[in-house]
T-cell receptor, first 116, second 112 residues
Framework: EPEVTQTPSHQVTQMGQEVILRCVPI?????FYWYRQILGQKVEFLVSFYNNEISEKSEIFDDQFSVERPDGSNFTLKIRSTKLEDSAMYFC??????????????FGPGTRLLVL | DAKTTQPTSMDCAEGRAANLPCNHSTISGNEYVYWYRQIHSQGPQYIIH???NNETNEMASLIITEDRKSSTLILPHATLRDTAVYYCIVRAYNNAGNMLTFGGGTRLMVKP
């Protein structure tokens, strides 16, 4: 069964450093998402991406964050200058288009980011 | 998207049916009920969704009341691996890139 994959599974970085989290969505999906979950808290939406542009973003997704689909398969989240409070699990999700049964979002296993 | 209310936690004996309720009294006509679960910090896993008819798949059944103000997710024979946080999410169907809004969910503990 097709699945969303994410790399790396864990990332440790120093405050102020740039990180890039990578995702490979399900191959025929057209909508892509990033969510995050700080330890012990709710899953929070960050950004959605369709047709090579951001379609929605939350207040969390400030100028330090950016997303890109550099090729036909990868979807990346970049944090330019990490802060301690960016420590969280980051989940990528994707979904298809064209009818309600294509609207289900499928999530990857997540990248655990720890900022020291 | 309409707000949902779920119990914070529930227990279920292994092998028994787990019935997880969700209230969504402000649901509107074009909004679907989705259920996801999250097993110990893994990515949320899609379970099932429905509009007004009851739905069943290999994982679970979804019972939606006639007035659509509440629903119940049923895991017919819960196993220890079903221990997870279960999220009931209501969202409209459209083709925009709408996000999912996760609440606190119900922490289901399946006990031997």
């Amino acid at each position: 069964e097709p699945e969303v994959t994410q790399t790396p599974s864990h990332q440790v970085t120093q405050m102020g450093q740039e990180v890039i989290l990578r995702c490979v969505p399900i191959s025929n999906h057209l909508y892509f998402y990033w969510y995050r979950q700080i330890l012990g808290q709710k899953v929070e939406f960050l950004v959605s991406f369709y047709n090579n542009e951001i379609s929605e973003k939350s207040e969390i997704f400030d100028d330090q964050f950016s997303v890109e689909r550099p090729d036909g398969s990868n979807f990346t989240l970049k944090i330019r200058s990490t802060k301690l409070e960016d420590s969280a699990m980051y989940f990528c999700a994707s979904r298809g288009a064209g009818g309600i049964n294509q609207e289900t979002q499928y999530f990857g296993p997540g990248t655990r980011l720890l900022v020291l | 998207d309409a707000k949902t209310t779920q119990p914070t936690s529930m227990d279920c004996a292994e092998g028994r049916a787990a019935n997880l309720p969700c209230n969504h009294s402000t649901i509107s006509g074009n909004e679907y009920v989705y259920w996801y679960r999250q097993i110990h910090s893994q990515g949320p896993q899609y379970i099932i969704h429905g509009l007004k008819n009851n739905e069943t798949n290999e994982m679970a059944s979804l019972i939606i009341t006639e007035d659509r103000k509440s629903s119940t997710l049923i895991l017919p024979h819960a196993t220890l691996r079903d221990t997870a946080v279960y999220y009931c999410i209501v969202r409209a169907y459209n083709n925009a890139g709408n996000m999912l809004t996760f609440g606190g969910g119900t922490r289901l503990m399946v006990k031997p």
